[in-house]
């Protein structure tokens, strides 16, 4: 049975940091297409940042980050622990949603990630 567990949400002041992560189990992080996504209310899922599988095909491997993120959000795992990680600098209230981790797609589009979390609560407020 896959499970993706996330941990590291809370409520934080504009300008800090959380590090989100996401341990998995039933399968192997190393062989799949991970990522973190997040749903703000009334919003659709989106991408925050991926990582895509190498597949000798179109899919390098490469990293994606949302433009919004880019350069405040840093995605890592680590295999041995078999945990994907989000570590978010410079938060910005525009940055509350849930937060959920997913592995077995690409792109990073939603959709296509075959297993997900069931998410972590991120609050950016004073």
């Known amino acids: 049975q896959v499970q993706l567990v996330e941990s590291g949400g809370g409520l934080v002041q504009p300008g800090g940091s959380l590090r989100l992560s996401c341990a998995a189990s039933?399968?192997?992080?190393?062989?799949?297409?991970i990522g973190w996504f997040r749903q703000a209310p009334g919003k659709d899922p989106e991408g925050v940042s991926c990582?895509?599988?190498?597949?000798?095909?179109?899919?390098?491997?490469?990293?994606y980050y949302k433009d919004s993120v880019q350069g405040r959000f840093t995605i890592s795992k680590d295999n041995a622990k078999n945990t994907m990680y989000l570590q978010m600098n410079s938060l910005k209230p525009e940055d509350t949603a849930v937060y959920y981790c997913?592995?077995?797609?690409?792109?990073?589009?939603?959709?296509?990630?075959?297993?997900r979390g069931q998410g972590t609560q991120v609050t950016v407020s004073s």
């Open positions: 990582v895509n599988y190498i597949d000798g095909g179109s899919l390098d491997g490469s990293t």
């Open positions: 997913a592995a077995g797609g690409y792109q990073c589009s939603p959709d296509t990630y075959e297993y």
């Open positions: 039933g399968l192997t992080l190393d062989y799949y297409g």
